[in-house]
Nanobody, 117 residues
Framework: QVRLVESGGGMVQPGGSLRLSCATS????????MAWYRQAPGKERELVAR???????NYADSVKGRFTISRDIAKNTMYLEMSSLNSGDTAVYYC???????????WGQGTQVTVST
């Protein structure tokens, strides 16, 4: 059974940093596309960052230069390094991955990030 498990969320002050992790239950190499999405209260879920074939990355304009997506094959884990956080980054962050061989998408359960004084 494929599972994606996020961790690393929490509360941080404006200007602070957090690192989110997404651990996969199978080899991370099975996923050609992986991404982080977020959903703030009352808003639609939006794409934050995407990594394709382990190297090509894309970012939402709102996080460019502040967030970095990466993955560690040895640890079967994807990361989202977040810095210069502001209140607009407050949301539930979800891990997303597509298993290339069967073209099936998977979602994690989400982790809350709150940026507040």
């Amino acid at each position: 059974q494929v599972r994606l498990v996020e961790s690393g969320g929490g509360m941080v002050q404006p200007g602070g940093s957090l690192r989110l992790s997404c651990a996969t239950s199978i080899s991370i190499s099975a996923f050609g596309t992986m991404a982080w999405y977020r959903q703030a209260p009352g808003k639609e879920r939006e794409l934050v960052a995407r990594i394709i074939s382990g190297s090509t990355t894309n970012y939402a304009d709102s996080v460019k230069g502040r967030f970095t997506i990466s993955r560690d094959i040895a640890k079967n884990t994807m990361y989202l390094e977040m810095s210069s956080l502001n209140s607009g980054d407050t949301a539930v962050y979800y891990c997303y991955a597509v298993a290339t061989a069967i073209m099936t998408p998977y979602w994690g359960q989400g982790t809350q990030v709150t940026v507040s004084t």
